[in-house]
């Protein structure tokens, strides 16, 4: 349907829309029905259970781990399959549990909707199911209403809408009926009210001009419901780190079963190596440690307030670039308070304390209003509550002023007068209050024209500076005619009102500066009030300044991607804005999170790499986010952020363990199928030292603290691979210094002609003995255990020894001696494998420290 209608008069919207004063028939109304459809918001399908299920089994390490299951089961390795099987059970039960997220932000978004609606039709005022409603109906709306439906206002009596749900502005809107002659800005459309808003002030009546999905309110809908949940950066790069892992495994297996053939290894033996080649190649532990990872993150970043609600969103937080954030409740505390003072001897910032005329402002100010404050209910407009704050704060006593100076006359505020009068009784005389616009305060005032005009600059410079202004006189007297106008008062002083910026808000961009990360405002506010949020909150708004909605729609896709890395602040934005804005980022290759509290942030908090919500955000926000902060404040994300490098760093160790011992099993049973030596390994010994030996240190892996330098770093690209240039040559440090050792010492024994039994139990024990040490080698992939603290980390200790214990069972319990094929080994067995494993854990180190030494003087070079 048109979206033009504030531009037209309201005769001629009337005509459009084929309706008179007296609303429509009911055979219209059946009419309309049938071409528009019913009054209501349509919600996606949630994803049914089979294809969440399925969803499971896309991963190419978890169809390589299905095949190597498969064809355990075909070779009649029964014990080998279940411990496979039961690492793909184990994955796919976490993996469906972490899914199992309803689509319920559409849902949410339909508690908007008011059940029931007053429209006039056949010239009677009905009151119907709001789902009734149809273009054309004349909808009457009164303070405490929702409206129903998207209407074009014929009548406003000092009437105001609270339209946060849609645009963000903190304060309500005053309306009108004339038309507007430009393209406004959803925010500026003033004869217009929107389906899901609130009227909190006033009367008038509107003719609907859209339903349903038609309406603002279903455009959100629509974005929510189509846009489609992309994948994390961290899921999109294990994804692809699982196909190099897929088709190395493919190339390893094929390789050595083609050697092994030429060598005349009988076709049903190369099945058995294959099969432990494939469980060599696939870290099975790798799949519950990066779930283990991220839940043990998104309990340290519950202990910050900030709520995960999706498991990989954990470690999103902590790759993030670009931080958007809407103002109110963000930035700011999203209530108006009192924060300048001005009297004809003073002006001052608001604090408990204040000189005698400040007070007696502040007290007026409580007298002239209707807004109540209770221990549990605050009601009225947020200016008159933010006046009747600033009084308690200075130790007045509302309660009681009210009943010693009792009201006896008014004159209410209307948006056409600009200012409220009211009458008390005081020790025997009358008082008068006014309060208002400063234009029509100051011209009711005795005073010089001097001092006349320099409180309007005052006030004007107030205004500037982004204030809401108020100006406050009084007079006394035995009574007052209030039909009569004002002259003659005494101008008391200004008060200038804003939502302020949270305390903790100019440190926080700096942190997240120093960490790499830039902070973007996008705001439904007017221009003016975001430029001086945006400099009060230390946000550079830069040469290009603020970029407002209208700029936006004149600007291409490819336009506004190419200026964006320009613009720090969006002013006068609707939700198809804020959407265009994340995305314009995100192809620029940058990590985005959203941060907002409405149903106006929805769809670009879905879009956004991460959405964050507010703890006192809608339902809407919430539903559709990753992650909730639980104190509404944008602090926490500074600390969720560094959790979320700690997630990712801690990721990175455990990828480097689980594929160093991978690799360094692969390279041994190679190795010795290229040097026609028998299989060191078995497949099931393969399988105990991945998921047990070392299980429980890959586990304590996870509860790494975090590096002092976390923050130090800028945030990581999405194109930088998980697996980086310096973990492969940590990996493959560690596999071909754990090999060489192995491989010699496997050849050393087998001319010495061990049993082959007793030969394979000293390489299982070898390989599982290096492991436990070379773990501490991976506590830091930034520095050597030369300049770590080594045992730190109590659970990786305890874990060490377990491990230790588990193994020696293995090697020495009768049961698992059956299980494993491994016999017990001597005293001197164990010298030759902890001297090995030293000596390695040493070279290992001074050659990692090598390599870190000389990025750090390449880089200081570089710079």
């Given at each position: 349907m048109a ?7 309201v005769s001629d919207v009337?005509k459009?829309?084929?309706?008179g004063?007296?609303g429509l ?25 089979l294809?969440?299920?399925?969803r499971q ?12 299951a498969a064809a ?5 390795e029964g014990?080998?399959?279940?411990v ?8 796919t ?14 849902e949410?978004l339909?508690s908007?909707?008011?059940?029931r609606?007053?429209?006039r039709?056949d ?7 709001a789902?009734n409603?149809?273009?054309g109906?004349i909808v009457l709306?009164?303070?405490g209403?929702?409206v ?13 809408v ?5 645009t963000?502005e903190?304060?309500p809107?005053a309306?009108?009926?004339v038309?507007?002659k430009?393209?406004?800005s959803?925010g ?7 389906l899901g ?12 001009v ?6 603002e309110?279903g455009?959100?809908v629509q974005l ?6 992309e ?5 999109g790069?294990?994804?692809?780190f699982?196909?190099?892992l897929g088709f190395?495994f ?8 083609g050697v092994g053939?030429?060598r005349?290894v009988p ?10 080649l494939?469980v060599a190649?696939i870290?099975?532990?790798l799949?519950v440690?990066?779930?283990?990872v ?6 340290r970043m ?9 498991l990989?969103a954990?470690?999103?937080l ?5 931080v ?7 930035l700011t505390?999203?209530?108006?308070s009192?924060?300048q003072?001005?009297?004809p001897?003073h002006?001052?910032e ?7 005329d ?12 209707d ?19 600033a009084?308690i704060e ?10 010693s100076?009792a009201?006896?006359g008014?004159v209410?505020?209307t ?15 009358d008082l008068?209050v ?6 029509r305060v100051l ?7 001097g ?10 410079r ?14 006394s007297?035995s ?10 008062a ?6 200038g ?8 808000v ?8 120093s960490?790499?990360i830039?902070?973007v405002l ?8 975001a430029?001086s949020?945006?400099t009060?909150?230390?946000?550079d708004?830069?040469?290009h300044?603020?970029?407002?909605g209208k700029?936006?729609d ?9 200026r964006i890395?320009l ?7 609707n939700?198809?804005?804020?959407v265009?804005?994340v995305?314009?980022?995100?192809g620029?290759d ?10 106006n942030?929805a769809?670009?908090?879905?879009v956004?790499d991460?959405?964050v919500?507010?703890?006192?955000g809608t339902?809407?926000a919430?539903?559709?986010?990753d992650?909730?902060?639980?104190d509404n404040?944008?602090?926490?994300i500074?600390?969720?952020?560094r959790?979320g490098?700690?997630?990712f760093?801690?990721i990175?160790k ?7 011992d ?15 030596l028998p ?13 047990v030996?070392?299980?429980f ?8 603290p975090?590096e002092?330098?976390?923050?130090s770093?800028?945030p990581?690209?999405k194109?930088?691979p998980?697996?980086s240039?310096e973990?492969?040559m940590l990996i493959?440090l560690?596999?071909i210094?754990t090999?060489?050792?192995?491989l010699?010492?496997?050849w050393v024994?087998i ?9 394979r139990?000293?390489m299982f024990s ?6 436990l040490f ?6 830091s992939?930034?520095h050597?255990?030369f ?5 730190q980390n ?10 230790i214990?588990l193994?020696?069972s293995?090697?020495?319990a009768p049961p698992l001696?059956e ?16 001297v090995?494993s030293?000596?390695?854990l040493?070279?290992?180190e ?9 990025k750090?003087?390449?880089y200081?070079?570089?710079?």
């Amino acid at each position: 349907m048109a979206k033009d209608w504030h531009n037209s008069e309201v005769s001629d919207v009337m005509k459009r829309l084929g309706v008179g004063k007296d609303g429509l028939s009911d055979d219209e109304v059946r009419v309309r029905v049938k071409q528009y459809g019913k009054n209501k918001l349509v919600a996606k399908k949630p994803t049914s259970f089979l294809i969440l299920l399925a969803r499971q089994f896309k991963s190419p390490l978890m169809l390589v781990l299905i095949f190597a299951a498969a064809a355990s089961i075909a070779v009649g390795e029964g014990g080998d399959a279940i411990v496979i099987f039961l690492a793909i059970g184990v994955n796919t039960f976490v993996g469906f549990l972490q899914e199992w997220k309803a689509e319920r932000a559409a849902e949410a978004l339909q508690s908007y909707e008011n059940p029931r609606a007053m429209v006039r039709r056949d010239g009677e005022v009905v009151d119907i199911d709001a789902r009734n409603v149809v273009p054309g109906d004349i909808v009457l709306l009164a303070a405490g209403s929702r409206v129903v439906a998207d209407v074009r206002l014929v009548e406003s009596i000092d009437l105001l809408v609270d339209e946060a749900l849609l645009t963000g502005e903190s304060l309500p809107v005053a309306k009108k009926i004339v038309p507007l002659k430009d393209s406004f800005s959803l925010g500026d459309r003033v004869n217009m009210a929107f389906l899901g808003t609130m009227v909190v002030g006033g009367r008038g009546e509107g003719v609907v001009v859209a339903t349903g999905k038609n309406t603002e309110l279903g455009d959100i809908v629509q974005l929510v419901t189509e846009t489609r949940d992309e994948v994390t950066p961290l899921q999109g790069q294990l994804k692809h780190f699982s196909l190099q892992l897929g088709f190395l495994f493919l190339v390893v297996v094929v390789a050595m079963f083609g050697v092994g053939l030429l060598r005349g290894v009988p076709i049903y033996d190369m099945v058995a190596i294959a099969i432990a080649l494939a469980v060599a190649s696939i870290p099975e532990g790798l799949i519950v440690a990066l779930t283990v990872v991220l839940a043990i993150g998104m309990q340290r970043m519950l202990k910050l307030n900030a709520l995960t609600r999706r498991l990989v969103a954990a470690e999103t937080l902590g790759s993030v670039s670009i931080v958007c954030t809407d103002k109110t409740g963000t930035l700011t505390r999203g209530v108006m308070s009192v924060v300048q003072v001005v009297t004809p001897k003073h002006n001052l910032e608001m604090h408990s304390t204040l000189p005698d005329d400040v007070e007696e402002m502040l007290l007026l100010g409580a007298l002239n209003n209707d807004a109540h404050i209770s221990k549990d209910r605050r009601l009225g407009y947020p200016t008159e509550l933010a006046l009747i704050d600033a009084a308690i704060e200075v130790g007045i006593d509302v309660g009681s002023v009210r009943k010693s100076m009792a009201r006896i006359g008014e004159v209410p505020f209307t948006s056409a007068s600009k200012f409220m009068i009211t009458t008390h009784r005081r020790d025997g005389e009358d008082l008068l209050v006014v309060k208002g616009a400063p234009e029509r305060v100051l011209e009711m005032c005795e005073m010089d024209e001097g001092a006349r005009q320099q409180a309007w600059e005052t006030a004007e410079r107030m205004m500037q500076q982004g204030l809401r202004v108020l100006a406050i006189a009084t007079d006394s007297g035995s009574s007052f005619d209030l039909d009569e106008p004002v002259q003659g008062a005494r101008y008391v002083g200004l008060v200038g009102l804003k939502d302020p910026l949270r305390e903790s808000v100019k440190g926080t961009v700096k942190q997240l500066v120093s960490a790499g990360i830039r902070l973007v405002l996008i705001t439904g506010d007017h221009p003016d009030t975001a430029k001086s949020i945006a400099t009060n909150a230390g946000i550079d708004v830069g040469d290009h300044g603020i970029v407002t909605g209208k700029d936006l729609d004149d600007m291409s896709d490819g336009e506004l991607q190419s200026r964006i890395a320009l613009i720090s602040v969006f002013a006068r934005v609707n939700p198809r804005h804020k959407v265009r804005i994340v995305q314009a980022w995100k192809g620029r290759d940058e990590v985005v999170a959203m941060v907002g509290d409405g149903v106006n942030d929805a769809a670009a908090m879905k879009v956004a790499d991460i959405g964050v919500a507010l703890g006192s955000g809608t339902d809407v926000a919430q539903q559709t986010s990753d992650m909730v902060l639980l104190d509404n404040n944008l602090s926490t994300i500074v600390s969720a952020v560094r959790e979320g490098r700690i997630i990712f760093d801690n990721i990175r160790k455990v990828i480097v363990y689980l594929l160093a011992d991978s690799f360094s099993e692969i390279i041994l049973i190679g190795g010795a199928i290229a040097l026609g030596l028998p299989l060191p390994l078995l497949a099931v010994q393969i399988l105990w030292i991945n998921l047990v030996t070392d299980g429980f240190p890959h586990l304590a892996l996870t509860m790494e603290p975090g590096e002092g330098d976390v923050m130090s770093y800028p945030p990581r690209k999405k194109s930088e691979p998980v697996v980086s240039g310096e973990m492969k040559m940590l990996i493959f440090l560690i596999g071909i210094v754990t090999d060489i050792g192995l491989l010699l010492l496997f050849w050393v024994l087998i001319g010495r002609e061990y049993d082959i039994a007793h030969l394979r139990t000293i390489m299982f024990s070898a390989l599982a003995i290096d492991s436990l040490f070379y773990v501490y080698a991976v506590k830091s992939l930034r520095h050597s255990i030369f300049r770590t603290k080594l045992f730190q980390n109590k659970w990786l200790n305890i874990a060490v020894v377990a491990g230790i214990l588990l193994q020696l069972s293995a090697i020495y319990a009768p049961p698992l001696q059956e299980l494993f094929s491994t016999v017990s080994l001597q005293f001197y067995d164990w010298i030759i494998l902890i001297v090995l494993s030293l000596i390695k854990l040493v070279v290992i180190e001074v050659s990692k420290e090598g390599v870190m030494l000389f990025k750090r003087k390449r880089y200081v070079a570089s710079n």
